[in-house]
């Protein structure tokens, strides 16, 4: 059974800083693409960012600069680093692994960036 787990999510001031984790379980982590998304309310999901087997990253415009995504293969978690957040980051973030035709979803981890 696939899961994974987000976690570090909350209620942070404009300017602050989150780290997000996602632990996974039931796949070989280290052969799948990963990536976070999030959803804002009303709005539709979108990608944050993407880190392939490879380190190779892809971000999002908004997250430029500002998120940094990893992984660790050897602990099978997946992470984003947000630093300067906006009130406008505020959503529920998802984890997502892809790859030889299947996507797995996390749960998701809300983020609340307000003052």
């Known amino acids: 059974q696939v899961q994974l787990v987000e976690s570090g999510g909350g209620l942070v001031q404009p300017g602050g800083s989150l780290r997000l984790s996602c632990e996974a379980s039931g796949i070989i982590f280290g052969i799948y693409t990963m990536a976070w998304y999030r959803q804002a309310p009303g709005k539709e999901r979108e990608l944050v960012a993407r880190?392939?087997?490879?380190?190779?990253?892809t971000y999002a415009d908004s997250a430029k600069g500002r998120f940094t995504i990893s992984r660790d293969n050897a602990k099978n978690t997946l992470y984003l680093q947000m630093n300067s957040l906006k009130p406008e980051d505020t959503a529920v973030y998802y984890c997502n692994a892809g790859g030889f035709g299947m996507i797995y979803w996390g749960q998701g981890t809300q983020v609340f960036v307000s003052s």
């Open positions: 880190i392939t087997t490879s380190g190779s990253t």
